[in-house]
């Protein structure tokens, strides 16, 4: 089968997964509850590329198909975030209650994160995937512990309202956000469109790459930042969803064998959106609502990532 | 014009490239010989701005590589590593095609098609041009990388032993590739090569390096005889002149 097709099939896959969702079943007035769920739709499309497109950057710039930006700990970054300003500002404080500047606290934290772990990490050459992989699960944990600890000191109701922000949902989405958050990927990917090229190049690995004319570190830095941001941006609109990016990533590839980011990205992407609408279509009407989208996510990408480790490490040895 | 002025380069605290100051001489072979860990990928790295010195510079017409534009750079000089891994599954064909991304940035023209036509033709690949990188033999992957470079058609083109899986017959082929790169079309080509008889027939000068330092530099007919080479690689080899050729008698030489 050619690619063209395959993306075809995955179109029109995720196009069936979105009307599902909008029409079946609407109970109740049809102009109360169609307009809700599409705006739902809205978020998980945005969230389902923004995560699809980061990761695969991501990991072309990184040389790797294990970590992931959320893997690597930007998502307990958004947990430290948003925990920090209840504990110090509180749930009634302007950081709060106004979407954008949280947002935008959000954003700046997360890629300096990822800036400054990239500097230690990557940087240095062949570190070991293994190695980095610890470290930023020890990263991961720590950051979490951190976040324990505060979330102890603060003040009940404060901790339930930064418990539900903390949460991944799909149901409780910040419509706010919505808008600026489409902004942001439409200009994430109107300057994804002019380096499609070099990140193909890119994925021949560093040498080559520095050969054939790239800005290798600047491109790295640019994407890093990009990634990050794209990251953020799903996060504050429905939560993190750490293991999410490495399922649909990896379907992608394995679904799509070649080396042109333009496929891979678009393949990811209508990936995530049959993952996420066709998901959360699975939780309202099947499940009735007794488990979260996130939860299966997180379960069945956990199991995945363990897979791909064993797979990785049977090959290696 | 490339010319090395002062590079060191430390890996810790030991010197791997010390103080190394060369001319490479326009539109001639220039072959780098000398023991393994002498330093020699490590200064074609520097050249080809893969690794950052630590001190000293390298001038591309009188400019700093680092200076370079990238793109620019990549059309005027070319490197092959001495392995290469890819992390993608790609044809011969579309590795190749990558070697015109300075000019096309990914967009072929019938030009870019043609170089890639020529440069499969060269390397004696066109039959399975289409076969993937993982299918072939060390020398056949080997070729398609070569190939690569070829496409890319720099002014300067570095090679770190390009010979590497390679038998006698392709050897000398790709040899002769590269002196009519250099006769013919004006090229200048910088490779290293461990085979010091391949050095001996085709290039013009050679570089040898021991310990990180140049200890011989110098037209080809200066550096192949007995009593330099023992100075490079501390062995006794009796040279012998076949055809016009001096050819190096190593193989059951003492040290
Ligand atoms: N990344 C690195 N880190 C530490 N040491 C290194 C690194 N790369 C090379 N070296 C050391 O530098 C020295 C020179 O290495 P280099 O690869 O330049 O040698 P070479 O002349 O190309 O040898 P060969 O003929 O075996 O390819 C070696 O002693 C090697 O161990
Ligand atoms: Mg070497």
């Not at chain 2, 700093?64 to 992390?87: C, G, M, T």
Request: aromatic share 10%; glycine share 6%.
């Amino acid at each position: 089968m050619r690619n063209s097709t395959k993306l075809i099939i995955l179109t029109v896959v995720a196009i069936i997964c979105i009307l599902l969702y909008g029409f079946y079943d609407i109970k109740g007035g049809f102009d109360y509850a169609f307009p809700r769920r599409m705006m739902r739709v809205g978020a998980m499309v945005i969230t389902g590329f923004a995560i699809a497109y980061s990761t695969v950057v991501f990991q072309t710039i990184t040389h790797n198909r294990i970590l992931t930006p959320s893997v690597m700990g930007l998502d307990s970054m958004f947990e430290v975030v948003q925990t920090l300003i209840f504990f110090f500002a509180g749930s009634i404080s302007i950081w709060v209650v106004n979407q954008y500047l949280n947002f935008a606290a959000s954003i700046v934290a997360m890629v300096l994160f990822a800036l400054i772990l990239y500097r230690f990490l990557f940087r240095a050459d062949k570190h070991p995937i293994y190695l980095l992989l610890l470290i930023g699960m020890i990263l991961g944990t720590f950051l979490g512990s951190l976040v324990s600890f505060l979330q102890v000191l603060i003040d009940p109701v404060e901790y339930l309202s930064l418990q539900s922000r903390l949460f991944a949902s799909f149901t409780n989405i910040k419509v706010e956000l919505l808008y600026i958050s489409i902004g942001i990927l439409l200009l994430a990917f109107a300057y994804g469109y002019r380096i499609m090229g070099q990140l193909d190049v890119m994925s021949l690995g560093r040498e080559n790459a520095i050969n054939l004319g790239i800005n290798y570190d600047r491109l790295v830095l640019n994407v890093l930042i990009l990634s990050s941001v794209l990251i953020a941006t799903s996060t504050a609109l429905v939560g993190p969803i750490t293991f999410f990016g490495l399922i649909v990533a990896n379907l992608s590839y394995q679904f799509l064998v070649t080396y042109k980011h333009s496929v891979l990205i678009l393949g990811a992407g209508l990936i995530s959106v049959i993952a996420l609408v066709g998901g959360q279509f699975i939780v309202e009407h099947i499940f009735e609502m007794n488990t979260t989208l996130s939860v299966i996510i997180n379960f069945v990408g956990g199991i995945y990532f363990i897979y791909l480790l064993l797979k990785e490490s049977r090959a290696a040895g | 014009m490339i010319e090395i002025k002062g590079l060191t380069k430390r890996f810790g605290n030991k010197p791997v490239v010390e103080d190394v100051s060369i001319k490479i001489q326009p539109g001639a072979i220039t072959s780098f010989i000398g023991p393994n860990g002498a330093g020699k990928s490590t200064l074609l790295s520097m050249v080809s701005r893969l690794l950052d010195a630590d001190t000293g510079e390298v001038l591309l017409d009188k400019n700093d590589v680092k200076k370079w534009k990238s793109d620019e750079f990549a059309k005027r000089v070319s490197i092959l590593k001495q392995a290469n891994f890819l992390n993608v599954r790609l044809t011969i064909r579309e590795l190749v095609s990558f070697g015109r991304y300075p000019y096309s940035k990914g967009r072929l023209t019938i030009e870019d098609e043609q170089s890639v036509d020529q440069a499969i033709e060269y390397m004696n690949l066109t039959d399975m041009q289409d076969k993937f990188l993982d299918e072939l033999s060390g020398g056949q992957k080997q070729r398609a990388f070569i190939a690569m470079v070829i496409a890319q058609d720099t002014e300067y083109i570095l090679l770190d032993e390009p010979l590497n899986n390679l038998d006698m017959k392709h050897s000398v082929q790709i040899m002769k590739i590269l002196r009519k790169l250099v006769d013919d079309l004006g090229k200048t080509v910088v490779i290293v090569l461990h085979d010091i008889n391949f050095a001996s027939v085709y290039s013009d000068n050679i570089v040898a390096l021991k310990n990180g330092r140049v200890v011989k530099d110098g037209p080809t007919n200066e550096i192949i005889n007995s009593e330099a080479l023992r100075e490079i690689y501390d062995m006794n080899i009796p040279v012998q002149e076949q055809n016009g050729c001096r050819i190096c008698v190593y193989f059951n030489s003492h040290s």
